[in-house]
């Protein structure tokens, strides 16, 4: 039975065979030898380039290590790793050298600015502890090694937290990943939906929780102005 869209029915074995080849394409990229070098520059460059999805291609990765057994777990989370410490590395620099002159470019009520002003909030109440937070937070991998940068964060604490941080966040990846395939072994295209889909839900859930705190945490009283306070004095 054929499959109706706008442009004219597509037969299921049409699709099988787009599936198919798809894999295919996939499984020869992920058995190369070249998967380990592309991954650690796209886990680097989405440290200073935060539009490269580091994230997607390590839970891709994860899902081919379960359902094929390449590439290896263990190399995927070690290359993702390294490359995100790489790159939050060139991020830091970047931030030290002319971090307060890309913030001075910045709209005060984007969402870009935001994020920095949040991340610089952090900082200042939980200290290195934020590069690990931050990492789970949409934009706030880019935002908080630019802010510790930028602040004169010691780049020896830098380099520990971000230790973490990196791994962190390659174990996760890998094993969100690695759960879908393991889910459907037969159909990595699936298990990739997955895993992505829990990766999302996980943020949404986060993101949740953050803006019901945000907003039942009390206000701030405005404070008075010395004119009404002699006023409030005179009467």
Request: hydrophobic fraction near 45%; charged fraction near 15%.
């Amino acid at each position: 039975m054929p499959i109706v869209r706008s442009g004219g029915p597509v037969p299921i074995p049409t699709l099988v065979v787009m599936n198919d080849a798809i894999i295919h394409a996939v499984e020869g990229f992920v058995t190369s030898p070249w998967v380990y070098a592309v991954l650690f520059g796209i886990a680097a460059l989405d440290g200073f380039f935060p539009v490269v999805p580091s994230e997607t291609l390590v839970i891709t990765l994860g899902v081919f290590a379960a359902s094929t057994g390449d590439p290896q777990l263990v190399l995927v989370i070690v290359v993702a790793a390294l490359g995100a410490f790489t790159g939050d590395h060139i991020s830091y620099w970047i931030g030290r050298k002319s971090g307060q002159k890309i913030f001075a470019k910045l709209k005060p009520e984007s969402r870009s600015r935001k994020a920095y002003d949040r991340v610089g909030k952090m900082l200042e109440e939980r200290g290195g502890l934020v590069l690990v937070v931050a990492r789970y937070i949409p934009g706030g991998r880019t935002a908080a090694t630019l802010t510790t940068g930028a602040t004169g964060f010691p780049r020896r604490s830098f380099t520990f937290f971000d230790a973490i941080a990196a791994s962190s966040w390659a174990i996760y990846s890998a094993c969100l990943g690695y759960v879908g395939g393991a889910a459907f072994e037969d159909t990595p295209l699936l298990g990739v939906a997955l895993g992505l889909g829990i990766a999302f839900s996980i943020t949404l859930l986060h993101e949740g929780v953050r803006w019901l705190r945000h907003r039942r945490a009390p206000q701030p009283e405005a404070q008075e102005t010395p004119a009404a306070q002699e006023t409030r004095s005179a009467a």
